[in-house]
């Protein structure tokens, strides 16, 4: 007979799911694959996969379609083949919905019984799974039958599509769980009881049962407000709100029920439990509330700089503000409503919301679940806000201006040296500081299209920043001096114009003053011929007095959002959301106009979420997402005109241009079963890249003097030669599978595993080899320990107000593509061609003068060859990060929370450059006395085609690869205490210690510090303190509400209620910082060979004279010291700390009720921030000649010269409604 009893079927698919997890574990922990071993790994995690999908109650009907129709196509065969006897016999009608064709199978066993055929086909398809027929060789789920081709395919189509496994970097859920457990009083479970959750503002509910264990359990629930009722036979019904229900997270809310009847309702007010039990993954949400209450607008690196473990990016080093639990900066993973909000160029935010819009803030900072991925530092979520049943806004205005701000430190030299020369205390004001106006306003609007059904939300903002440039540069020659030039060159009789075309005119244009109140000097004009005539005309040198003319300069930036959700059903929700913003900065007045270097973003965002709840045991969600980013810097003054003793003149690496285009498709399904948690889920994502690089595209000449810029005379002509345009496509995959496993009441397993894989980029590089093998496994246990008695170990330990967590997993980081663009300097690609040595004149003079030179020419076209290579390492591994925390976390009392724990991190493979083509090999001069006496004369002053002799490949020059050979080691305690917001107060303490060591902050330099090693022959030389590590760090947050006074009177009752206050203190280290010394880092011998790069920090000291350099060496002759020659110095990487930094924000809030009451209350508030209100100097942006002592002595390791600023403040009116 082929019936079986579903219980039976059922437990073999859990023995089977158990089985084919087993397989799936020893296949994953193999070092190498084989093409077998991949194959067997695909179909073991499909078995799985349809395993536990067959076992769910409410299977998605395409999966049961396929299925079933495959099942008809072998039944079908095998009865025509005579293998099944009788089969003939039991094809006859079904369902429509089996097969459209008409052809319909049932079995006379089941149909007879009086099952219809959706129930004999479910029962045989769904509970006989794997075993479908399996004497008589139709085992579907075998890899060696002909079922499973068609798995596979199905499969591949899935991945391409998106919609079952997740080939993705990023599958996250943006709704949150509610659970708890029903007992009696005497603490036995309640088994059967009904349980209603509603969604106090779109009135959204649902319902399920508690199970033999009396547990409940809602998934996928959009965050908000919820209403949990429970009622059960001879038990008093129980009401509990309101229940926050958060992203990602799982809100617990226990309910003891007392007898009584079941019409009695009882109502207690409070929240879900401070902590949760079931997850091993350290997070944390920051509700709208607190958004909106603390100081500040920043909404990405405010929040997350909140949190323990986090520790803000100084001294200009590249990637995001912000950098977690020994990260990089740019090892954070960004997401707007569970979508891609990651700049793929740069690896940094794209887009940010205002406050005002945003319902939640979430942070992972440690051993996420397997469904995240793409980024080891953390993952950084905003929500939006949605409608709901009640229209409602906000209206904002903010004002943020400098008249009442303190002066910086710039601004107070000044402000000093204009009060010593005599000005009055108002002019010397207005000399240090031009005004500066930043405007903010904008309005949110949300409410129902139906109730219940359809709402809406949306957001728009605007932003004006207007202020002006002061400042003194020296630019040019007074128009009489002009003149009188011009009349020179008219006296000239014979051959051409002694000016280059519109020279004159060009400068008749661009300095257009008739009085210039500066000092007389004198402009000497030298003739080139054989016997010089000096020409003295009297000149006015001309500076451009910004401060009696200041320049205006001013930015715009706008911002819309929208969203829609659609309940369609009680299990189906439809959410819809398009974001765009843009942005307008013309950049700063330059010295000389046109020079400005402008910046134009435009940012598109629209993603689309579908949610379908199949019961209380099965979720399925669905996301799709495109994001847009333009960003681009315009054309300006072409081309860069250099001369000595002046300003430069344009620029000429511009335009430059940058178009990514990420489309995303997501889906994640989640099911229980029994004491299991299953989750499997994911996306595709690929990201189209455009860009337009090429530096000096303008061209750049330069000019030894202004008499020679006159008569344009250059001493050096470069441009680059090349396409410019970089496109890119990478695509994104990845798979994951989780089980949170209750293995006790009180313990949880958090395993998983994820496989991530990215693409090279076309368009880049043909032979690139990408990386394969990243599988990243994730363990983890929440150990609730409920110790009874009443010593201080039960009353630490005791309960469910306790947790013990722990975990270890691997994250894989993506390499941005920025650092391929400088792959686009590559020859043939591109080369940048410098021609210089001119010599002679092409001017002709008078009869009666001297006779000129020859003609002006080049001496000497250098060949292509010699060129500058930047290579990525073509096999390029992803760089990863090992994370591991063990902590312990007790709620106290209702409200407050302590946690304590251990976090940390290693980083492996991280990518930084090296410099393979080495100037020398240091074993060929160490004590080598022969190399002195026979080797360095005979070279001096030889060049081969301008690089220098000693290279590893003579014939190129500098040749810079990107390789994954820098790690990272961290470790720290973190403490928080805090206290959830009740009887108007919420605070929230955090304290970091920690230590932070690596040998590369980031493959691209920041301010101070250089990427490239010290010595290119021992990378370990470099192993030091990070310049992100900030061993103590201390962050509070606190709101303050002023209790309310019952008045009588209405305008003392405005007055004096509604007070409020809230702020932001931070306390921490200084950052770490190397002092810089003389030579170039890169080993090659300065003033022994000819035009020398000094770019790098110097490790290698033959000199021994302290100082830095940048530029190139004109002195070719160099005396090399052979006492010091070839010697590391032993100065160690960031062996020099800044001073620590104290900042505190307030913020004061005045309410004032206007209309309506209760829920409908509508509210004018006014708020004063006030930033770093004690006004401190934070002097912890180092510029480089702090470090270096060759550039200014004087300011050598003095960290004052920063021009820091101190406190300012902000006014803000919001209108509530």
């Given at each position: 007979?082929?019936?079986?009893?579903?219980?039976?079927?059922?437990?073999?698919?859990?023995?089977?799911?158990?089985?084919?997890?087993?397989?799936?574990?020893?296949?994953?922990?193999?070092?190498?694959?084989?093409?077998?071993?991949?194959?067997?790994?695909?179909?073991?995690?499909?078995?799985?996969?349809?395993?536990?999908?067959?076992?769910?109650?409410?299977?998605?009907?395409?999966?049961?379609?396929?299925?079933?129709?495959?099942?008809?196509?072998?039944?079908?065969?095998?009865?025509?083949?005579?293998?099944?006897?009788?089969?003939?016999?039991?094809?006859?009608?079904?369902?429509?919905?089996?097969?459209?064709?008409?052809?319909?199978?049932?079995?006379?066993?089941?149909?007879?019984?009086?099952?219809?055929?959706?129930?004999?086909?479910?029962?045989?398809?769904?509970?006989?799974?794997?075993?479908?027929?399996?004497?008589?060789?139709?085992?579907?789920?075998?890899?060696?039958?002909?079922?499973?081709?068609?798995?596979?395919?199905?499969?591949?189509?899935?991945?391409?599509?998106?919609?079952?496994?997740?080939?993705?970097?990023?599958?996250?859920?943006?709704?949150?769980?509610?659970?708890?457990?029903?007992?009696?009083?005497?603490?036995?479970?309640?088994?059967?009881?009904?349980?209603?959750?509603?969604?106090?503002?779109?009135?959204?509910?649902?319902?399920?049962?508690?199970?033999?264990?009396?547990?409940?359990?809602?998934?996928?629930?959009?965050?908000?407000?919820?209403?949990?009722?429970?009622?059960?036979?001879?038990?008093?019904?129980?009401?509990?709100?309101?229940?926050?229900?958060?992203?990602?997270?799982?809100?617990?809310?226990?309910?003891?029920?007392?007898?009584?009847?079941?019409?009695?309702?009882?109502?207690?007010?409070?929240?879900?439990?401070?902590?949760?039990?079931?997850?091993?993954?350290?997070?944390?949400?920051?509700?709208?509330?607190?958004?909106?209450?603390?100081?500040?607008?920043?909404?990405?690196?405010?929040?997350?700089?909140?949190?323990?473990?986090?520790?803000?990016?100084?001294?200009?080093?590249?990637?995001?503000?912000?950098?977690?639990?020994?990260?990089?900066?740019?090892?954070?993973?960004?997401?707007?409503?569970?979508?891609?909000?990651?700049?793929?160029?740069?690896?940094?935010?794209?887009?940010?919301?205002?406050?005002?819009?945003?319902?939640?803030?979430?942070?992972?900072?440690?051993?996420?679940?397997?469904?995240?991925?793409?980024?080891?530092?953390?993952?950084?979520?905003?929500?939006?806000?949605?409608?709901?049943?009640?229209?409602?806004?906000?209206?904002?205005?903010?004002?943020?201006?400098?008249?009442?701000?303190?002066?910086?430190?710039?601004?107070?030299?000044?402000?000093?040296?204009?009060?010593?020369?005599?000005?009055?205390?108002?002019?010397?004001?207005?000399?240090?500081?031009?005004?500066?106006?930043?405007?903010?306003?904008?309005?949110?609007?949300?409410?129902?299209?139906?109730?219940?059904?359809?709402?809406?939300?949306?957001?728009?903002?605007?932003?004006?920043?207007?202020?002006?440039?002061?400042?003194?540069?020296?630019?040019?020659?007074?128009?009489?001096?002009?003149?009188?030039?011009?009349?020179?060159?008219?006296?000239?009789?014979?051959?051409?114009?002694?000016?280059?075309?519109?020279?004159?005119?060009?400068?008749?244009?661009?300095?257009?003053?008739?009085?210039?109140?500066?000092?007389?000097?004198?402009?000497?004009?030298?003739?080139?011929?054989?016997?010089?005539?000096?020409?003295?005309?009297?000149?006015?040198?001309?500076?451009?007095?910004?401060?009696?003319?200041?320049?205006?300069?001013?930015?715009?930036?706008?911002?819309?959002?929208?969203?829609?959700?659609?309940?369609?059903?009680?299990?189906?929700?439809?959410?819809?959301?398009?974001?765009?913003?843009?942005?307008?900065?013309?950049?700063?007045?330059?010295?000389?106009?046109?020079?400005?270097?402008?910046?134009?973003?435009?940012?598109?965002?629209?993603?689309?979420?579908?949610?379908?709840?199949?019961?209380?045991?099965?979720?399925?969600?669905?996301?799709?997402?495109?994001?847009?980013?333009?960003?681009?810097?315009?054309?300006?003054?072409?081309?860069?005109?250099?001369?000595?003793?002046?300003?430069?003149?344009?620029?000429?690496?511009?335009?430059?241009?940058?178009?990514?285009?990420?489309?995303?498709?997501?889906?994640?399904?989640?099911?229980?079963?029994?004491?299991?948690?299953?989750?499997?889920?994911?996306?595709?994502?690929?990201?189209?890249?455009?860009?337009?690089?090429?530096?000096?595209?303008?061209?750049?000449?330069?000019?030894?003097?202004?008499?020679?810029?006159?008569?344009?005379?250059?001493?050096?002509?470069?441009?680059?030669?090349?396409?410019?345009?970089?496109?890119?496509?990478?695509?994104?995959?990845?798979?994951?599978?989780?089980?949170?496993?209750?293995?006790?009441?009180?313990?949880?397993?958090?395993?998983?595993?994820?496989?991530?894989?990215?693409?090279?980029?076309?368009?880049?590089?043909?032979?690139?080899?990408?990386?394969?093998?990243?599988?990243?496994?994730?363990?983890?246990?929440?150990?609730?320990?409920?110790?009874?008695?009443?010593?201080?170990?039960?009353?630490?330990?005791?309960?469910?107000?306790?947790?013990?967590?722990?975990?270890?997993?691997?994250?894989?980081?993506?390499?941005?593509?920025?650092?391929?663009?400088?792959?686009?300097?590559?020859?043939?690609?591109?080369?940048?061609?410098?021609?210089?040595?001119?010599?002679?004149?092409?001017?002709?003079?008078?009869?009666?003068?001297?006779?000129?030179?020859?003609?002006?020419?080049?001496?000497?076209?250098?060949?292509?060859?010699?060129?500058?290579?930047?290579?990525?390492?073509?096999?390029?591994?992803?760089?990863?990060?090992?994370?591991?925390?063990?902590?312990?976390?007790?709620?106290?009392?209702?409200?407050?929370?302590l946690k304590v724990f251990y976090i940390g991190s290693r980083g492996l493979k991280l990518v930084r450059e090296v410099e393979e083509n080495i100037g020398f090999f240091q074993a060929a001069i160490n004590n080598n006395p022969a190399?002195?006496?026979?080797?360095?004369?005979?070279?001096?002053?030889?060049?081969?085609?301008?690089?220098?002799?000693?290279?590893?490949?003579?014939?190129?020059g500098s040749i810079l690869v990107g390789d994954g050979l820098a790690s990272s080691w961290y470790h720290s305690l973190q403490v928080t205490h805090g206290k959830r917001f009740r009887h108007g107060i919420q605070y929230e303490l955090?304290?970091?210690?920690?230590?932070?060591?690596?040998?590369?902050?980031?493959?691209?330099?920041?301010?101070?510090?250089?990427?490239?090693?010290?010595?290119?022959?021992?990378?370990?030389?470099?192993?030091?303190?990070?310049?992100?590590?900030?061993?103590?760090?201390?962050?509070?947050?606190?709101?303050?509400?002023?209790?309310?006074?019952?008045?009588?009177?209405?305008?003392?009752?405005?007055?004096?209620?509604?007070?409020?206050?809230?702020?932001?203190?931070?306390?921490?280290?200084?950052?770490?910082?190397?002092?810089?010394?003389?030579?170039?880092?890169?080993?090659?011998?300065?003033?022994?060979?000819?035009?020398?790069?000094?770019?790098?920090?110097?490790?290698?000291?033959?000199?021994?004279?302290?100082?830095?350099?940048?530029?190139?060496?004109?002195?070719?002759?160099?005396?090399?010291?052979?006492?010091?020659?070839?010697?590391?110095?032993?100065?160690?990487?960031?062996?020099?700390?800044?001073?620590?930094?104290?900042?505190?924000?307030?913020?004061?809030?005045?309410?004032?009720?206007?209309?309506?009451?209760?829920?409908?209350?509508?509210?004018?508030?006014?708020?004063?921030?006030?930033?770093?209100?004690?006004?401190?100097?934070?002097?912890?942006?180092?510029?480089?000649?702090?470090?270096?002592?060759?550039?200014?002595?004087?300011?050598?390791?003095?960290?004052?010269?920063?021009?820091?600023?101190?406190?300012?403040?902000?006014?803000?009116?919001?209108?509530?409604?």
């Open positions: 007979m082929l019936h079986r009893p579903v219980d039976a079927a059922g437990g073999e698919l859990q023995s089977g799911i158990a089985a084919g997890a087993g397989r799936f574990a020893r296949l994953t922990s193999r070092s190498r694959f084989s093409g077998s071993d991949l194959r067997r790994l695909l179909y073991t995690f499909i078995q799985i996969y349809t395993k536990a999908l067959l076992s769910a109650r409410e299977t998605p009907i395409f999966w049961k379609s396929f299925v079933f129709r495959t099942a008809r196509r072998r039944l079908a065969s095998g009865a025509r083949r005579g293998l099944l006897p009788g089969a003939r016999r039991q094809l006859r009608a079904g369902e429509p919905w089996i097969d459209r064709q008409g052809e319909r199978i049932a079995f006379e066993s089941l149909t007879e019984s009086g099952r219809g055929a959706p129930s004999a086909w479910n029962e045989i398809c769904l509970f006989r799974g794997s075993n479908l027929y399996h004497k008589e060789g139709f085992n579907a789920m075998n890899p060696n039958s002909r079922l499973m081709p068609q798995l596979v395919r199905l499969a591949a189509l899935f991945l391409a599509l998106g919609l079952v496994i997740n080939w993705s970097v990023d599958a996250q859920t943006i709704y949150g769980n509610l659970s708890g457990r029903v007992t009696d009083q005497t603490g036995a479970t309640v088994a059967g009881a009904r349980v209603e959750a509603r969604n106090m503002d779109t009135g959204e509910t649902r319902e399920t049962t508690t199970g033999s264990d009396g547990v409940y359990l809602f998934r996928a629930l959009p965050g908000g407000r919820y209403s949990v009722k429970v009622s059960a036979d001879t038990f008093e019904t129980l009401v509990r709100e309101p229940i926050a229900v958060t992203v990602a997270r799982d809100a617990s809310v226990d309910v003891e029920l007392k007898p009584g009847s079941a019409q009695e309702v009882v109502t207690i007010e409070g929240d879900a439990a401070l902590i949760e039990t079931t997850r091993s993954q350290i997070s944390k949400q920051v509700d709208s509330r607190r958004i909106l209450e603390l100081p500040g607008r920043n909404t990405l690196n405010g929040l997350a700089l909140l949190q323990p473990g986090v520790v803000n990016n100084q001294n200009g080093r590249p990637g995001s503000g912000f950098a977690v639990n020994g990260a990089r900066t740019r090892s954070n993973n960004f997401l707007i409503d569970g979508t891609q909000n990651n700049d793929p160029s740069l690896s940094i935010p794209t887009q940010n919301l205002p406050p005002e819009a945003l319902a939640e803030f979430q942070i992972i900072t440690n051993n996420f679940s397997a469904e995240y991925g793409r980024n080891g530092g953390a993952i950084v979520q905003q929500i939006t806000r949605s409608g709901t049943n009640e229209f409602s806004g906000i209206a904002h205005y903010t004002w943020a201006g400098n008249g009442l701000d303190a002066l910086t430190t710039a601004q107070q030299r000044t402000f000093s040296a204009a009060r010593a020369a005599g000005f009055s205390e108002r002019e010397s004001l207005r000399r240090a500081r031009s005004v500066t106006v930043d405007n903010t306003w904008g309005v949110t609007f949300g409410g129902p299209i139906k109730k219940d059904k359809i709402f809406f939300f949306t957001s728009f903002d605007r932003n004006t920043f207007r202020t002006t440039v002061s400042g003194t540069n020296t630019l040019a020659l007074a128009p009489a001096a002009v003149t009188a030039l011009q009349s020179y060159a008219n006296s000239v009789t014979s051959g051409p114009d002694a000016f280059a075309p519109g020279a004159l005119q060009f400068l008749l244009n661009t300095f257009p003053v008739a009085n210039d109140p500066t000092p007389r000097g004198t402009l000497t004009i030298r003739r080139p011929s054989d016997n010089a005539i000096i020409l003295t005309l009297p000149v006015q040198q001309f500076n451009r007095a910004l401060q009696g003319a200041p320049l205006p300069f001013g930015t715009t930036f706008w911002r819309i959002l929208a969203r829609g959700d659609i309940q369609l059903t009680s299990n189906d929700r439809f959410t819809l959301r398009y974001l765009q913003d843009r942005s307008r900065d013309p950049g700063a007045p330059a010295a000389i106009p046109g020079n400005e270097v402008g910046t134009n973003v435009d940012n598109y965002n629209g993603a689309v979420n579908y949610i379908r709840t199949f019961g209380p045991r099965a979720v399925n969600e669905f996301r799709f997402s495109y994001v847009d980013r333009s960003l681009n810097f315009p054309e300006n003054f072409p081309p860069a005109f250099a001369i000595s003793g002046f300003n430069s003149v344009g620029n000429a690496n511009f335009p430059q241009f940058r178009n990514s285009k990420v489309l995303e498709f997501t889906d994640n399904f989640t099911f229980t079963a029994g004491r299991h948690t299953l989750k499997f889920g994911g996306s595709y994502n690929r990201v189209n890249l455009d860009s337009f690089f090429a530096p000096n595209f303008r061209g750049t000449v330069q000019y030894p003097s202004m008499q020679e810029f006159l008569f344009d005379r250059n001493a050096l002509f470069s441009q680059y030669a090349g396409t410019g345009l970089v496109p890119a496509i990478v695509h994104e995959l990845g798979v994951f599978a989780q089980d949170d496993f209750r293995l006790a009441s009180n313990l949880t397993l958090n395993l998983g595993l994820r496989y991530e894989y990215v693409s090279a980029p076309f368009g880049f590089f043909s032979n690139a080899e990408p990386d394969i093998n990243n599988f990243a496994p994730r363990v983890g246990f929440a150990w609730n320990p409920r110790v009874g008695g009443d010593g201080f170990i039960a009353t630490m330990l005791g309960g469910d107000k306790t947790v013990i967590r722990g975990g270890y997993g691997i994250s894989y980081d993506q390499i941005f593509l920025n650092i391929l663009l400088n792959t686009s300097r590559n020859f043939p690609r591109g080369v940048n061609i410098a021609l210089g040595n001119i010599s002679g004149q092409r001017l002709y003079v008078p009869a009666n003068r001297p006779a000129p030179p020859t003609p002006q020419q080049f001496t000497g076209n250098p060949d292509l060859l010699p060129v500058r290579l930047y290579s990525p390492n073509k096999r390029v591994s992803l760089p990863y990060q090992q994370s591991f925390n063990l902590g312990f976390e007790r709620q106290l009392f209702n409200d407050y929370v190399f002195y006496a026979n080797v360095l004369p005979t070279l001096r002053p030889v060049t081969i085609s301008g690089q220098p002799a000693f290279r590893r490949d003579p014939a190129r955090n304290y970091t210690w920690s230590s932070f060591i690596n040998d590369s902050d980031d493959i691209l330099g920041g301010q101070t510090n250089s990427t490239l090693p010290a010595n290119p022959l021992n990378y370990r030389q470099d192993r030091g303190r990070s310049g992100l590590d900030q061993p103590h760090r201390f962050v509070a947050n606190y709101t303050f509400e002023i209790p309310r006074i019952q008045m009588s009177n209405w305008f003392f009752d405005r007055l004096l209620n509604g007070w409020s206050m809230s702020g932001v203190s931070t306390f921490s280290s200084g950052t770490p910082f190397s002092i810089l010394n003389a030579t170039n880092a890169l080993g090659i011998l300065p003033g022994q060979i000819s035009t020398v790069e000094l770019s790098q920090r110097v490790r290698i000291n033959p000199s021994g004279v302290p100082g830095t350099a940048t530029g190139t060496n004109p002195n070719p002759f160099f005396v090399l010291n052979p006492a010091n020659s070839g010697i590391n110095g032993d100065s160690g990487r960031n062996n020099v700390r800044t001073g620590g930094t104290a900042s505190t924000n307030f913020a004061f809030v005045k309410s004032i009720r206007t209309f309506g009451s209760g829920d409908r209350q509508q509210s004018l508030q006014i708020r004063w921030e006030v930033f770093n209100v004690f006004n401190r100097r934070n002097f912890t942006v180092i510029p480089s000649n702090t470090v270096s002592a060759a550039t200014n002595p004087a300011l050598f390791l003095n960290l004052g010269q920063t021009n820091v600023g101190g406190r300012s403040m902000i006014f803000t009116a919001r209108y509530i409604f």
